[in-house]
């Protein structure tokens, strides 16, 4: 095989797919493949929520970026992604945590994305399923959950109809400036390679580092009507990491079928995606300590992911610093859903001499990179 693309992408997640619809819309011929199927991979195992995440202020800047794309895709393809506008409730235990929801609050509002201050009476009145006592919560309503793996599949099938080409089940096993080569040995040739395969990525580039991040989610029966909004506790990328490397804090969310979706946790130095039980108890027991009911719900399922990580906790978006027919759509952690647009649409504006519309030289991959001497 020796197909000729002006772009070849790697990798058929929710990145993958979002950057080769966005690069033939664009006016490339794209080739997208995968090792498996669109969306079957890192893509199925995650939570798929649409959140304004605030950690930084590169993080905010490129999660409402993101979300303002979501909404152009959402209107102009309704009924693909499952999508469920349930909104998000930071929920706080204490008057510390209170705090901290208002200050995320004045940042949000700040950047006309609207978040309400909830009173703890205005809470148990709200969403009566969480535990009474709560201090209050800050609400944010544009935050919403899809099904991601139905998206990553919808855009392989939009490539195809508009003339780019989808290769399943193809594993890379290596490449150069102006090819991969397959594991069967075959060769595809394309003008420039995007490399969105998360945390496979350093078995492709071992300069940039990307490791496996893993997490656990389970997930209820369906119980119509019982959970209204995502809640997520205020600890949500702010608990301290275990001795054993476990950090946990409770994101549930209520899906379209009735069922309930229950995270989250990290852990970093695990080999494979195989049940931790341990971990899988330290999530739900996090889960059932806002959202007592649980303890009555059933779980239908459980499993684990690993996320793709980075060390400064940024993903990488740009260009190869040494190979500028290379380019890098990786380690977006628990983000990829949120900043999949946002993402694509830097990749492809810097492809086209475009400056992006957020500050994109913060992900450059050159970062982990040393300068060529």
Known sequence: MSLHSDVLVVGAGIIGTAC?????????????????????????????????????EQELELCLY???????????????????????????????????AHQRAARLNAHDWQADAISGDQLARLEPALR???????????????????????????LVGAGGRYLSGRRVQSLAPDHVVLANGERIYAARIVVTTG??????LPELRVFPRKGHLAITERYPGSLQHQ??????????????????????QPRPTGQWLI??????????????????????NAAMRLLPGLSEMRILRAWAGMRPATDDGHPLIGVHPHHPSIWIAAGHEGLGVTTAWATAQI???????????????????????????
């Open 231 to 252: 809640v997520v506790s205020m600890d949500y990328g702010q608990s301290s990491m275990r001795p054993d490397g476990l950090t946990v804090a409770a994101n549930v």
């Open 66 to 100: 993101s979300l303002r794309l979501w909404r152009e895709f959402l209107q102009a393809f309704p009924g693909t992604a499952e999508h469920h506008p349930c909104g998000t409730l930071w929920v706080a235990e204490n008057e510390a945590q209170l705090a901290e």
């Open 199 to 204: 945390g496979q990525l350093s078995e492709l």
């Open 132 to 158: 009474k006592g709560l201090a209050g919560a800050v609400r944010v309503q544009q935050d919403s959950v899809i099904y991601p793996p139905a998206v990553a599949h919808f855009l392989s099938q939009q």
């Open 20 to 56: 080769a619809w966005t690069l033939q819309q664009e006016g490339y011929r794209v080739t997208l493949i995968d090792a498996a199927s669109a969306g079957c991979g890192v893509t199925a195992a995650g939570m798929g929520h649409l959140v304004a995440l605030d950690e930084s």
């Open 347 to 373: 990749i492809s504006d810097q492809m086209a001499g475009r400056i992006p519309a957020v500050h994109a030289a913060h992900y450059c991959p050159s970062r982990f990179i040393q300068p060529e001497t």
């Open 263 to 284: 995270g989250s946790c990290r852990q970093d130095h695990q080999p494979d995606t195989s049940l931790d039980p341990e971990a899988l108890t330290a999530v739900l």
